[in-house]
């Protein structure tokens, strides 16, 4: 019985694995391992799983073989990479820099053409359709190392931008070279051919761009608490958009890069769903897709004799001499850094998902000879190391060139990593919606979590209204894990709300507090310190942001800000500024400054100064004694930020008393964001009245409140 058993274990491990679930666990070590394994002799994790793809290979250790499911998450991989990059693309950056990708896309596919054609043609001495598709083999380009760069974060960086709008191209362009090749081998090159494709190109961009967009927004909308439907929403958008590309005559990688540009401005790039989005990607389809390039490398191609070889050599120093070329003259049309030409080349250099079409259809068809596959094959891996390092060794040089631009922008990142959040909640109705606005107005590099606070009255019903407080919050906590925001929680109980949010944003250090809108109070109440928000306002020498969250923020269209005479003069003029910036960049929408000139050339010089790639319009058609409403029109789906000022600072006007109720009043249905700068510390109004300040006058008020409970009870007994 034991001999029996042990028969049939040394069977599951026969090689190469056709248990299934043997399988999937041995990729799944791999993935763990391979990373960690390298990453002590400094190689990327990506060439770990390329390496570790060809020792398990068929032409390795023969561990696995390419089943149809290894074929699958491979294919899955490949369309993540894709979709991934048009959704993570920064579309104000592309709009600006739509030029510069489709210059650098021409470059990068004529080049690489150019010094390709006459080798293949007149040294490797190849027929003229042949040579044809080899060379444009070397105009394609895969964005193997893209994950480098999302680990490094600068994927909003113009020279990256660049790259990845240019693929789209290039890849596209060689894609059809490929099925005019074919067309004209089989003889139905001919104007039906070319109406056929055009016509289902133009029916395929338009499904993907005026109605997937509308379904997308509908759903998000309509389901707004199914999270998990959502991803697999964006999941089925990516498979169909790579399936009509399919049909339309191109690879399905431009229908996954297609979809992540549909999908862009929809899926905010803190939200929980682009971290589920990136999270499953990076943790499972992609290091599939990379481990199953590593499995077609067949080594064994060099001993078959010296033609192999050559071919081989002649290939890759082809193939890498045309994109360093193209990203050469790119750089020096673009005055780009070195740098950004190192990252450039190196996104541009890999060759793998397009190559592989080209060459197995051109090889299966006659065209391309075993000679080109074989070397093809080993063209792959060393592309494909070479751009792993130079991707990520240039990422880290214009890491720390960003870092090191100027002195401002360090000074800047480090008051960021130190700006401390403060958000008291009262109204628990809307926690998701705060929780959704907490993930994109927060700043990424802050070593501070977000401080959820709940101040509960002190009355008989204290202890149970603090223990429903903690355990909103602590639903709070679970729903903000999904887009990895830390959050720290704290409930208190104090006869004074005003009180307690002021004795706790001093316990928390906070410098920024994020708070509700604020309600229309009495004359009484607002006398006891129940106007929550004035009374915050009053209060704290802060920057306050009042907040007003009716719907989602994907269905945001536009930021509109409303900027007062001087308000860039403000001390917390660079705060707010930074958080229009952030949800411009978030969010993907442009800005529409409302201002007078001299505001809107300040704030051109503030951008320009600060290299700041932001969609900004300006109109100066306002009538500032009397704001509101405006003289354009604002749609439901615009983000209005009014940018407000306490008493006694520069901007601050008479109009400006009441502006939340005529905010309420004329934009009911905005998602709104009433801004109170800080002033300067040293203002004669704070100093003069520094011991009036809420926390000063929360034991007068406990005294005037018991006195208020007494009276009140007196007309009860009444």
């Known amino acids: 019985m034991d001999n029996g058993f042990i028969d049939h274990l040394l069977t599951e491990f026969d090689l190469p694995l056709k248990n299934p679930i043997l399988v999937f666990s041995t990729i799944l070590f791999i993935i763990l391992l391979s990373p960690i394994l390298l990453r002590k002799i400094k190689i990327p994790g990506i060439i770990g799983l390329i390496v570790s793809g060809m ?35 920064d579309m104000s950056d592309f709009k600006k820099n739509r030029d510069k990708s489709l210059i650098f896309g021409l470059l990068t596919f004529s080049i690489p053409i150019a ?109 707004e608490s199914e999270k998990t439907s959502h991803y697999i929403f964006v999941l089925s958008v990516v498979f169909f958009a790579a399936f009509l590309a399919e049909v339309a005559g191109v690879e399905p990688i431009i229908g996954a890069f297609m979809a992540g540009l549909a999908l862009n401005k929809l899926i ?154 403060l958000v008291p909640l009262s109204n628990f109705d809307n926690l998701e919606l705060i929780i959704d606005l907490i993930s994109v107005f927060r700043q990424k590099k802050s070593n501070h979590p977000i401080s959820l606070l709940s101040v509960v009255e002190n009355n008989d019903a204290a202890e149970i209204n603090l223990k429903k407080a903690k355990k909103k919050l602590s639903e709070a906590i679970k729903y903000a894990a999904a887009s990895e925001i830390e959050l720290d929680i704290a409930t208190t109980i104090d006869n004074n709300v005003v009180g307690g949010i002021t004795r706790m944003s001093r316990e928390k250090s906070a410098n920024l507090v994020l708070s509700g809108w604020p ?123 009014m940018i407000s000022a306490r008493k006694g600072a520069i901007s601050h006007a008479s109009d400006l008393d009441g502006i939340e109720n005529r905010l309420d009043k004329y934009y009911p249905d905005n998602n709104k964001l009433l801004v109170y700068p800080q002033t300067e510390k040293n203002n004669n109004l704070y100093n003069e009245y520094n011991d009036m300040r809420g926390e000063s006058l929360s034991k007068g008020l406990e005294t005037i409140m018991k006195v208020r409970k007494g009276i009140f009870r007196i007309f009860r007994r009444n």
Request: net charge neutral; proline share 2%.
């Open 268 to 421: 905010p790039h803190s939200s929980a769903l682009m971290n589920r989005v990136e999270f499953v990607g990076n943790a499972i389809f992609i290091p599939f897709f990379l481990i199953s390039v590593g499995m077609l490398v067949d080594l064994s191609v060099i001993f078959k004799g010296a033609n192999t070889l050559i071919v081989a050599a002649v290939l890759t120093i082809v193939a890498l001499f045309g994109k360093w070329l193209a990203a050469l003259v790119a750089q020096l049309i673009f005055k780009y850094s070195s740098a950004q030409r190192q990252i450039i080349f190196g996104l541009s250099s890999a060759h793998a998902a397009a190559t592989l079409a080209i060459i197995l259809v051109g090889y299966k068809e006659g065209i391309l000879d075993e000679y080109i596959l074989n070397g093809t094959i080993i063209l792959i891996l060393i592309t494909c190391l070479i751009a792993s390092f130079t991707t990520e060794n240039s990422a880290k040089k214009i890491v720390l060139l960003e870092h090191d631009e100027n002195i401002d922008s360090i000074q800047q990142i480090d008051k960021n990593r130190d700006e401390s959040v």
């Open 519 to 641: 309600q229309k109070v009495s004359f009484l109440n607002k006398f006891l310190g129940e106007g929550h928000t004035q009374g915050i306002i009053d209060s704290l020498n802060k920057d306050v942001f009042a907040c007003q969250i009716n719907h989602a923020l994907v269905l945001q269209k536009r930021i509109v800000v409303i900027c007062l005479p001087l308000s860039e003069f403000e001390h917390g003029f660079n705060v707010w500024f930074s958080k229009v910036t952030q949800f411009a960049k978030e969010l993907s929408i442009p800005v529409l400054f409302i201002c007078n000139e001299r505001t809107q050339e300040n704030i051109q010089s503030f951008l320009k100064q600060n290299k700041q790639n932001l969609l900004a319009k300006f109109n100066n058609q306002v009538n500032w004694d009397a704001i509101l409403p405006l003289q354009i029109e604002i749609k439901n789906t615009d983000l209005i930020f």
């Open 115 to 223: 010094v390709g054609l006459p080798i293949c043609y007149y040294v490797l001495g190849y027929q003229l359709n042949t040579s044809i598709l080899t060379a444009s083999m070397f105009a394609t380009h895969t964005l193997i190392a893209y994950p480098i760069i999302s680990k490094f974060g600068i994927s909003k960086n113009e020279a990256v931008a660049v790259v990845v709008g240019g693929t789209i191209l290039t890849d596209t362009a060689v894609l059809i070279i490929l099925a005019v090749i074919m067309g004209a081998e089989q003889g139905s090159l001919n104007t039906q051919f070319w109406i056929k494709l055009v016509s289902s190109l133009a029916i395929f961009m338009a499904i993907m761009f005026l109605i997937i967009p509308r379904v997308a927004k509908w759903f998000f909308s309509r389901l």
């Open 55 to 89: 020792v398990i290979g068929p032409h390795g250790f023969n561990v696995l073989e390419k089943t149809s499911a290894i074929e699958l998450f491979s294919t899955i991989g490949l369309l993540y990479i894709m979709f991934i990059a048009g959704l993570e693309l």
